[in-house]
């Protein structure tokens, strides 16, 4: 137990410097130490967590949403389009979908309107992101 175990130097995945690593850190220690280093590595694997649990996100979203538009699930006792557009219950942002909001809630109701505006949402960034995708196949193509 009283065997201390020397750690061999390797380099900061980040800046390439070589450094010791904390003799508690051990064989996790993965950058230098430096401030920016840390920060650079928290920053590489959040972004690596996010685009594995992209189903989470969705999940979390599409529920605030919904909760945020009411409690109610039968669109005649839905809240009144008016509150919804003017107040702080429901944060405006941006609709996809380009005719009157209010009318659409009066027919179908807000928790209906909230989830094809998510689904809507989904095949524009799908479609976009085939455009693009595109679009670097042919630039790449032209050189």
Same mark, same amino acid.
């Given at each position: 137990?009283?065997?201390? $175990? *020397? #750690? ?6 980040? =800046? ?8 508690? /850190? ?37 529920? $605030? *949403? #919904? ?6 699930? =039968? ?8 509150? /919804? ?59």
């Amino acid at each position: 137990m009283g065997q201390k $175990r *020397r #750690l061999r130097k390797r380099p900061c995945r980040i =800046c390439g410097k070589w450094f010791v690593p904390h003799p508690r /850190l051990g064989e996790r220690q993965k950058t230098c130490g430096a401030r920016e280093c840390q920060q650079r590595w928290h920053a590489r694997k959040c972004a690596a967590w996010n685009r594995k649990n992209r189903s989470y996100f969705k999940e979390i979203y599409l529920s $605030r *949403r #919904l909760e945020s538009s009411g409690d109610s699930s =039968c669109p005649t006792s839905s809240p009144s389009p008016a509150s /919804l557009t003017r107040g702080s219950s429901r944060s405006r942002r941006a609709s996809p979908l380009h005719f009157p909001q209010e009318v659409v809630q009066e027919v179908i109701g807000v928790k209906q309107l909230v989830i094809i505006e998510y689904i809507v949402r989904l095949l524009m960034r799908s479609v976009q992101e085939a455009i693009n995708s595109q679009r670097i196949d042919i630039h790449q193509g032209l050189r």
